[in-house]
């Protein structure tokens, strides 16, 4: 029993340890070479840089903003703890109310994605809160993500 009990702060360790590697590891798969915003800035033209959840900010005033999902918009996902550097997806096309199709990098690591199912959530059907289609399990992700709205690759002045 004194064996057992001498080496349980090193099992615990180790256990902590390997739990620390899963984190990073996995993290890591999602800061690889493909990212949502490189690939949303080739794809629609939009001349944003930095972390997907500036680019709401940055477009103020050189772009227009809508909550209402068009053919070609920007779907700008907050920084949340789940999504640390924010998300875009481009609308493909619109489905419903509350359904668009987008096409999207790195949601799923290291993959792009066409025509993937997003849902607005929101209360007031504003498109600020959505749930994101997720491939392993075959349907809408548990998870709701609160999102800024939609950047028209339109100057700002062409805002309705």
Known sequence: MARILRCLPLGLLALLAACGNHYEYSRASFNGPLQCAPYARERTGLKLSGSAASWWGQSSGRYAHTHMPRPGEVLVFRATSRVPSGHVSIVRRQVSDRTILV?????????????????????????????????????????????YGFISSHDSDDAS
């Open 103 to 147: 096409d999207h990098a790195n949601w799923e690591p290291g993959r792009i994605d066409h025509a993937v199912p997003v849902t607005d959530v929101s209360a007031r059907n504003d498109w600020t809160l959505v749930r994101v289609w997720w491939a392993p399990v075959h349907g809408l992700g548990k998870r709701a993500y609160p999102t």
